[in-house]
């Protein structure tokens, strides 16, 4: 990609990936770019109004929705809007609760928030996209964590180690939540305590690459496959990073930048790899 950058996020809208903040060694706030996957070519839009670390988006049609993150090392509940078209963006209504280094994600019509740090991270947020509207549900986290993978698989929700807030230490729980059944369930453990990795379903089968610990301090280049109620190790990660953007259009997984190096080297080692996987 154009710039070097870690800590950014990414979402498809029909044939381009939308590559939103991130950290690099000059700036705290990248231009944010647009990936035309037919064109193979990268291009800048317009500025985000608000220096986001640590925020998360979705899709919603031809728009994407950026909320939460660090605001001048202040955790906020902003939420914003990118009119892909139009090249614009527009402040929405905020999240009941700040997060950073949370998790967010799209199933059907709502949106949930997961985790990170803040103001109760424990509870989950439910955006209802029909009818622009926030709120707070009853069935909590059951293991409080930020900085973990988090991917659709199944129509449920996975959530993918982390660093547990209570303790400040890496995990490698995974837990489900099922929308449907509002229950929670959990799987069994990722071979290793990892967080900051990136996750997502090809095949009915669950993927996750990549990551950090902070003891040992370290970087990976793992990458697992959950299937038939086990974990099994696959092909590595060409490049070891974490807090890299993921995005899957249904034909292959992108892994974009990163940083290279763990804990406070990371802010020097940002990387502007992009790496695919197909199968």
């Known amino acids: 990609m154009p710039q070097a950058k870690s800590g950014t996020v990414a979402t498809v809208i029909g044939n381009n990936i939308i590559l939103i903040g991130g950290k690099s060694i000059i700036d705290g706030s990248p231009v944010s770019e647009i990936f035309d996957i037919k064109g193979n070519i990268w291009h800048p839009i317009s500025i985000m109004p608000k220096q986001l670390i640590g ?7 031809d728009k994407c929705l950026v909320c939460g993150g660090f605001n001048n090392q202040k955790v906020t509940n902003e939420c914003w809007i990118y009119d892909v078209l139009l090249s614009l963006w527009v402040r929405t209504d905020s999240m009941p609760l700040a997060r950073a280094e949370h998790s967010m994600i799209r199933i059907n019509n709502k949106i ?5 740090v803040g103001e109760e991270p424990e509870r989950l947020m439910i ?16 293991t409080v964590r ?33 929308p449907e059944k509002k229950k929670w369930t959990r799987l069994k453990d990722l071979p290793q305590k990892i967080a900051s990795a990136s996750a997502t379903e090809i095949n009915s089968k669950l993927h996750v690459v990549g990551g950090k610990t902070f003891s040992p301090l370290k970087t990976y280049d793992t990458h697992y496959i959950y299937f038939n109620n086990d974990w099994s190790e696959r092909e590595p990660m060409p490049t070891p990073r974490h807090d890299m953007a993921s995005v899957n259009n249904g034909k292959k997984w ?26």
């Open 55 to 61: 925020t998360r988006i979705v899709n919603i049609g």
């Open 112 to 116: 949930y928030v997961l985790g990170g």
């Open 127 to 142: 955006y209802n996209i029909s009818k622009k509207r926030w709120s707070i549900s009853k069935y909590n986290l059951p």
């Open 146 to 178: 930020y900085s973990m993978a988090t991917t659709k698989l199944n129509d449920s929700i996975v959530t993918i180690g982390g660093v547990q807030v209570s303790s400040n230490k890496v995990t490698s729980v995974v837990e489900v939540f099922d």
């Open 254 to 279: 992108y892994i974009i930048g990163g940083a290279v190096s763990p804990g406070i080297f990371s802010i020097f080692s940002p990387t502007d790899v992009v790496e695919i996987y197909s199968q």
